[in-house]
């Protein structure tokens, strides 16, 4: 019966896989087994299997005294990245800080009384404010005599001409000298515009037309002959005022005033030609003078 039961553990044993153990270079033998029958094990799961294990299990008490250490490199690359992240907070808070940002100046308020705030509302609802009536310009009175429909003064609004005043007393007559008067001169409160007669058959003129200002013999007066030099229509140097000579082409007020400041210095013109001396008044302004004016 020994010899059948070797057989039948030798089948088993055949027929079940066989690991290598560590260690051992032999198979079991009938030592091995012993005398324990069914109770036997064979040597590969004994109680040296967890010296075996041992092995390859990790040794955990060889890590426990171990220090992890980063080396200068490493401590060099903590470094940079702690700079770099403070860097970043620093930037991301001075970015983000409150600004102070400058108040726009306030506009300008006028301050006024409250008598005028409440008349600017009243006027503002619906009461128009009174408005002072612009001033009334200044009437030129102006004396018109001689041949005219209706002698007399005449009134006339400011910057009116000679032919507003001839106008105004219902126009010359026939007969009446009006190549004499300039029609476009301005007159001044005060004038006086005498319109003579036309000489008849080319003879002398007794009596011309004229403007005389305030102030100014009358150049060609009714019963005074004018003398051989003198023609109808010339302002008489000696007796014009500013007003008069103003009114001449190419004379303004400056040169009026110089002419009357000259007379007055030097006493009355003689010869036309005397205006050279006066400031203002140059070659080609005293030939275009010369037709107009007479001493």
């Known amino acids: 019966m020994g010899t059948d039961h070797d057989r039948a553990r030798a089948r088993s044993r055949l027929a079940a896989p066989t690991p290598v153990t560590a260690g051992r270079d032999r198979p079991d033998t009938a030592d091995d087994r012993g005398d324990g029958g ?3 094990a064979p040597g590969w799961l004994g109680e040296d299997d967890d010296a075996d294990r041992s092995d390859w299990a990790p040794d ?4 426990r ?3 992890w250490s980063p080396g200068r490199g490493g401590v060099v690359v903590l470094v940079v990245v702690g700079l770099v992240a ?12 409150p600004t102070a940002q400058a108040v726009p100046p306030l506009p300008a308020v006028e301050v006024r009384p409250a008598d005028e705030a409440d008349a600017g509302t009243e006027g503002a609802v619906g009461t128009p404010a009174e408005t002072s009536p612009p001033a009334a310009a200044e009437e030129l009175v102006v004396s018109v005599v001689g041949l005219v429909d209706r002698a007399g003064l005449v009134r006339l609004a400011p910057g009116s001409r000679v032919a507003d005043a001839l106008a105004a007393a219902g126009g010359p007559r026939p007969g009446a000298d009006v190549l004499g008067l300039n029609m476009a001169e301005r007159v001044d409160d005060g004038d006086q515009i005498l319109v003579g007669a036309v000489a008849p058959d080319g003879g002398p003129t007794t009596v011309g037309s004229a403007r005389v200002g305030s102030g100014a013999a009358a150049v060609g007066s009714a019963g ?3 003398d051989a030099n003198s023609k109808a229509g010339k302002v008489n140097l000696n007796a014009a005022g500013e007003a008069d000579l103003d009114a001449l082409p190419g ?3 400056v040169t009026a005033a110089a002419i009357v400041a000259w007379r007055q210095s030097n006493g009355k013109f003689t010869d036309v030609e005397q205006l050279g001396e006066v400031d203002g008044i140059g070659p080609a302004r005293l030939a275009k003078l010369r037709e107009l004016v007479t001493v």
């Not at 403070?86 to 800080?97: E, H, N």
Request: glycine share 4%.
């Open 86 to 97: 403070v860097v970043v907070a620093a930037l991301t808070v001075w970015r983000d800080r």
């Open 224 to 226: 005074v002959p004018a």
């Open 65 to 67: 005294a171990a220090r």
């Open 60 to 63: 955990s008490s060889r890590w």
């Open 251 to 253: 004379v303004g007020p």
């Open 38 to 40: 069914s109770d036997w």
